[in-house]
């Protein structure tokens, strides 16, 4: 018995060691393959962040979810979150995650399951896996990590050498010992939370060493940054030099409100409303536009999660009024689970909804809202909707179908018969939109 167990174990090893020589001839074939698809203003990309931090969520939240309900992924480019920078350079956020989780046939991508002696799995495996089905699939990878790192990395003396610690760990693929995954990722996202003023024109150089080494690799990858609600967020940046450097400006148009505030309201409200102080949707793309960035190249943030208040006064069906915030963000997936036991309303000039039980207050996001979104977007040319974050949504994957049929919708069938009007006084929401019981509870 232990003699066939030696020989079951080196052919274990055998075909460890032939699955990782293949992959690495297969992983050059692939990074020719890969063509830069996803800059097209003829269609809107619907962009999505993937949780690194999925495989321990209950329940869990994998690639697979990606097509495991509708057969093919429904976004155009995954943002993978994320990459960290700290002490000068890039490096994997999670190996763990990342690299090291053996997945089972029924987690795969593939059906397959990782072997005993695999080399490259994790999470990385897995969107490697799903790319060789679906090539034009677009994967970028998010760096993320503080200001301050963010800062002395973009200082002259430092860029060149963190930019090239970024271009080989995810670009040039050199992901660890024995693993190289060229043509994993076709870009990178910067998510740095915030520039100073003194930070205005290293954030700048940044981008363009990022760009300059990117197209050394391989011309065509993708350049995006995450921003935040107002241009002046970016002190002394000019946002115009910014929409020219990179392809996609992902605006996180979410968290207008939260549990910082004892006041409930919209997490993220399309356009201004009765009772409403603050910014919008609106009000924050139109600063973009007007500080130069291309509207083409603006991707509306939409969240996949919520906020709740207690002891909520009843006034306005629960709406701009004091309350005892919930701690924490919720899930659509556990919000939807509430809707059975609350009222549903709806604001008429952004659609957006909330819950009130009479004790309970819960702002949202839900598929007439990002209906309304799309909608918005594709009137004002927009590049397209970014989602934080895609395990959020429910196992149905409810919100993204919504968003990737809205925006697959024909601009010319909606130009035809429009449902929503582009915004401003007296702006109405068909009830071909609304459900019943949201129509019969607008305000």
Not at 25 to 34: G, I, K, R, Y
Not at 190 to 204: F, G, Q, R, S, T
Not at 261 to 289: E, M, N, Q
Request: with cysteine; aromatic share 10%; hydrophobic share 40%.
């Amino acid at each position: 018995m232990r003699s066939l167990r030696s020989v079951f174990c080196r052919c274990l090893g055998l075909l460890a060691m032939i699955s990782n020589t293949l992959f690495i001839v297969e992983e050059n074939a692939l990074a020719q393959s890969m063509k830069k698809t996803g800059e097209n203003s003829e269609k809107p990309l619907l962009v999505g962040y993937f949780p690194q931090w999925g495989i321990y969520n209950d329940p869990q939240y994998l690639v697979k979810n990606l097509i495991s309900s509708g057969g093919r992924p429904l976004v155009d480019q995954i943002n993978y979150a994320q990459g960290f920078v700290t002490d000068g350079h890039c490096s994997v956020a999670d190996p763990n995650a990342d690299l090291n989780t053996s997945f089972t046939a029924v987690q795969s991508v593939n059906g397959k399951p990782d072997l005993p002696n695999q080399l490259f799995r994790g999470n990385l495996h897995q969107l490697w896996l799903l790319k060789r089905q679906f090539p034009h699939l677009r994967v970028l990878i998010s760096l993320e990590g503080k200001g301050a790192d963010f800062a002395q990395d973009a200082q002259p003396e430092n860029r060149e050498s963190f930019v090239r610690s970024c271009i080989d760990l995810f670009i040039r693929g050199d992901l660890a010992p024995g693993i190289r995954a060229a043509g994993l990722f076709d870009g990178i996202d910067v998510d740095w939370e915030y520039p100073h003023e003194e930070d205005a024109a290293n954030l700048v150089a940044l981008l363009q060493e990022i760009r300059k080494q990117m197209d050394a690799v391989r011309p065509g990858l993708t350049l995006s940054i995450a921003a935040g609600h107002s241009p002046r967020m970016y002190e002394g940046t000019d946002m115009g030099v910014i929409g020219g450097l990179v392809d996609q400006v992902g605006l996180m148009m979410y968290d207008f409100i939260g549990p910082w505030s004892r006041t409930t309201g919209f997490i993220a409200p399309l356009l201004p409303t009765s009772g409403h102080r603050g910014g919008t949707v609106d009000g924050s793309i139109s600063a973009y536009l007007e500080a130069g960035v291309p509207a083409t190249k603006i991707l509306m943030g939409v969240p996949f999660y919520g906020y709740g208040w207690r002891q909520v006064l009843a006034d306005h069906d629960g709406l701009f009024q004091e309350g005892q915030s919930i701690r924490g963000d919720r899930p659509y997936s556990y919000i939807e689970g509430l809707v059975s036991k609350s009222g549903v309303y709806r604001d008429p000039d952004s659609a957006a909804p909330w819950l009130f039980d009479g004790d309970n207050f819960w702002t949202y996001e839900d598929p007439i809202s990002i209906q309304r979104k799309a909608d918005y977007a594709l009137e004002r040319g927009l590049g397209g909707l970014m989602i934080w974050e895609l395990g959020e949504d429910n196992p149905s994957a409810t919100l993204l179908r919504a968003a990737h049929q809205a925006l697959s919708a024909r601009r010319a069938v909606r130009e035809a018969s429009p449902a929503v009007s582009t915004g401003g006084e007296g702006t109405t929401i068909a009830p071909s939109i609304l459900g019943v019981q949201d129509a019969q509870h607008m305000r």
